[in-house]
């Protein structure tokens, strides 16, 4: 049996009122472990044993990466699990703080790209979270959700979302017929060596449909 399903049958039979001596023999077991083994920690747990080591995760000898790998997963899996609900991004927002964990901002970035994220949790991450990919995805977010909204964006909208090279948001938004005539020409046909040439193409394509 590996070190991490040892360490997992420890946390899923652990006793809550002997805490104290069962975080003593987690912890001499992760202290055999290397630091490869630590990092893939978090795949050989279970949803009990991914919980409740997450709860005791301040208290372990686990290394940085290794948190930061379990905090990934236990979020992950309890978005799965219950969906991205205002109190889960509360703790998310918690953790963040706490941790600045880039792996945390990683799921913030995914919910938005999959607009699974609502406009006042947005609000509310945006207080917490200055990630600079973090801040590109909430500003293209923002022209998603405005185009679903029926709003035309204007040339500088447009200069924008180029600056940011959020092309697939950019593509939505001519899909759904949200970009001002006048902003049209923005999307131009690249020329030689221009960068992101392939895109560019695809998005003039579209605008000139």
């Known amino acids: 049996m590996s070190k991490g399903l040892e360490l997992n049958g420890l946390l899923e039979t652990s006793n809550q009122e002997h805490m104290e001596a069962e975080l003593l023999k987690m912890n001499s077991l ?29 208290h372990t000898v686990m290394v940085q990466g290794a948190k930061e790998h379990l905090a990934y997963a236990y979020f992950v899996d309890r978005i799965k699990q219950q969906g991205l609900d205002d109190d889960l991004l509360a703790e998310l927002l918690q953790a963040y703080s706490e941790t600045e964990f880039i792996a945390i901002a990683s799921i913030l970035i995914d919910a938005l790209k999959r607009d699974v994220m609502t406009v006042f949790q947005l609000v509310a991450a945006e207080k917490t979270v200055f990630d600079q990919t973090f801040l590109k995805e909430a500003t293209a977010f923002k022209y998603r959700e ?26 939505f938004v001519l899909d759904e017929k949200a970009v001002a005539q006048a902003a049209l020409d923005l999307l131009h046909e690249p020329i030689d060596g221009e960068k992101d040439k392939k895109m560019k193409r695809a998005l003039f394509q579209k605008a000139n449909r």
């Open 30 to 58: 992760i202290s055999k472990m290397d630091t490869g083994e630590q990092l893939g920690l978090a795949g050989e747990l279970s949803n009990i044993g991914l919980r409740r080591l997450y709860a005791l995760m301040n």
């Open 146 to 171: 405005a185009a679903k909204a029926g709003l035309h964006l204007n040339r500088e909208d447009i200069k924008i979302l180029l600056n940011l090279r959020a092309y697939s948001t950019l593509a």
